[in-house]
């Protein structure tokens, strides 16, 4: 229990200075003076800063899943559980001034660690949005003859939509991409009209200004 603790305390603050400068500046020794251990302390539980960089990628991913879980508890609403899985990964990105972690590393100028995450994304989401496609093409909410691969592509281009060093964008330029996606899974997956506005509207995002 006691090095589950310190583990998460490094991790902890590799992803505070994540949030303050880009992953290529930080160092161990930063990593360890900000969790306020010593740098070998570090090396007992990670081989080197891309194992903690990645854990820090992981860490968040499985939150984002732990948080959509809780928020899916008791529902037999296949749309209503794929709304809960997109709002548990992308809700902060625009709701208030904390960065969500996910979403932050859209903004480094790190393409090793872009690719990082986006497969990081397909791998540990696109599982369970197979499940949920799949629970709604049997109950006629949603169609698609493909849901595992339907799945993959939904999740990479909405983490390829979203970042900011490939498409440079202000919110009100995000809310039209999400606008537009909105509509192209409407579109390809047979859904209800209206299905997927969750993506773009004002009490999801509030500081949006839309039109």
């Given amino acids: 229990m006691r090095d589950n603790k310190k583990k998460e305390l490094i991790l902890d603050a590799a992803e505070e200075l994540m949030c303050e400068i880009s992953d290529k500046d930080i160092s161990v020794e930063m990593i360890a003076r900000k969790a306020g251990i010593g740098k070998g302390s570090i090396y007992y539980y990670f081989e080197s800063k891309e194992d903690i960089v990645n854990a820090v990628i992981e860490r968040s991913y499985a939150l984002a899943i ?51 995450m986006m497969m990081t994304a397909v791998k540990t989401i696109s599982p369970i949005l197979t499940k949920l496609l799949a629970e709604g093409v049997e109950s006629g909410s949603i169609r698609t003859d493909y849901p595992e691969e339907s799945a993959e592509m939904i999740i990479a281009m909405l983490t390829f939509l979203l970042d900011k060093s490939f498409f440079p ?25 209206g299905s997927f506005d969750f993506l773009f ?9 839309i039109e």
Avoid at 83 to 100: M, P
Avoid at 183 to 189: A, D, H, P
């Fill in 66 to 116: 732990k948080e959509y879980f809780n928020d899916v508890y008791g529902s037999n609403d296949p749309l209503a559980k794929i709304k809960a899985l997109f709002r548990s990964v992308i809700k902060q990105e625009f709701s208030d001034k904390r960065k969500n972690i996910i979403v932050y590393f859209h903004v480094q100028d790190n393409l090793m660690l872009h690719m990082k």
């Fill in 201 to 209: 509207t004002p009490d999801e995002y509030p500081n949006y200004t």
């Fill in 169 to 193: 964008s202000d919110n009100e330029g995000i809310y039209r991409k999400l606008k537009l996606y909105a509509g192209v899974l409407e579109t390809c997956l047979q859904a209800e009209k």
